[in-house]
């Protein structure tokens, strides 16, 4: 990457971390309320909708909608991080599972082969 485009990086998240904050919203609510009275003396509805659609909407709504996306986010990574923890935890318990398998399979081997033994030693001894 060129360093053009790691700084516009840096810099848009900076923006980004810094607008999706509740602080920006109570910001962006005052200035949106500097226009307000304006709005009313005019008297027209479509300019009071409009400065509501458009000024307040839209500037308060953005931090606030940014804010509940990293709310979101942040408990979608926290059931992320439970899941592989208990995923790593099942796959010690499995790898456990499995020595502890193998160990009881040589086991059986040995005391079938001892049973082998024994029934040729009774086979020779009985000839």
């Not at 904050?21 to 609510?29: G, L, N, P, S």
């Not at 193998?102 to 399979?105: A, F, I, M, T, Y």
């Not at 001892?114 to 001894?125: L, Q, S, Y």
């Given at each position: 990457?060129?360093?053009?485009?790691?700084?516009?990086?840096?810099?848009?998240?900076?923006?980004?971390?810094?607008?999706?904050?509740?602080?920006?919203?109570?910001?962006?609510?005052?200035?949106?309320?500097?226009?307000?009275?304006?709005?009313?003396?005019?008297?027209?509805?479509?300019?009071?909708?409009?400065?509501?659609?458009?000024?307040?909407?839209?500037?308060?709504?953005?931090?606030?909608?940014?804010?509940?996306?990293?709310?979101?986010?942040?408990?979608?990574?926290?059931?992320?991080?439970?899941?592989?923890?208990?995923?790593?935890?099942?796959?010690?318990?499995?790898?456990e599972a499995r020595t502890f398998a193998?160990?009881?399979?040589k086991e059986l081997k040995e005391i079938?082969?001892?049973?082998?033994?024994?029934?040729?030693?009774?086979?020779?001894?009985?000839?």
């Open positions: 990457m060129s360093k053009v485009s790691d700084f516009n990086e840096k810099l848009a998240a900076k923006i980004t971390s810094g607008v999706a904050t509740m602080w920006c919203a109570y910001i962006f609510a005052i200035i949106a309320l500097v226009s307000l009275p304006s709005a009313i003396k005019s008297g027209s509805v479509l300019v009071i909708v409009a400065w509501i659609a458009q000024t307040f909407l839209q500037l308060v709504l953005l931090s606030i909608i940014m804010v509940g996306q990293n709310v979101g986010s942040k408990a979608l990574e926290q059931k992320i991080n439970e899941t592989h923890e208990a995923s790593l935890g099942e796959f010690e318990l499995a790898k193998q160990v009881e399979l079938a082969a001892d049973i082998h033994r024994v029934i040729k030693d009774i086979e020779g001894k009985a000839k």
